[in-house]
């Protein structure tokens, strides 16, 4: 089972920078796609970006121009990095590895706070 740990995450102010980093307890070669999600209060979890395992990257149209989604293949990390970070980022950012067949994992995720 895969164990993912998500950190980097806090009180930002708007237009600020962050940058969110998932470790995961196998390689993350292993998964088909990596991914970041997020969940804002009272709203259902939605896909923020993705990395496919042969290197293919999909952003949320909202985040496009402005997050940096990455891999690191032998620290077994993947990264979110969020510049011009808005009000509307606000939200529980979690890390997520689709092993298609062999079962879809989840951290338990990191706060991002966008406040001035």
């Known amino acids: 089972q895969v164990q993912l740990v998500e950190s980097g995450g806090g009180l930002v102010q708007p237009g600020g920078s962050l940058r969110l980093s998932c470790a995961s307890s196998e390689s993350i070669s292993e998964s088909y796609v990596m991914g970041w999600y997020r969940q804002a209060p009272g709203k259902q979890r939605e896909l923020v970006a993705t990395i496919s395992i042969g290197g293919i990257i999909n952003y949320a149209d909202s985040v496009k121009g402005r997050f940096t989604i990455s891999r690191d293949r032998i620290k077994n990390e993947v990264y979110l990095a969020m510049n011009s970070l808005k009000s509307e980022d606000t939200a529980v950012y979690y890390c997520?590895?689709?092993?298609?067949?062999?079962?879809?994992?989840w951290g338990s995720g990191t706060q991002v706070t966008v406040s001035s």
């Open positions: 997520n590895a689709d092993k298609r067949t062999l079962g879809n994992y």
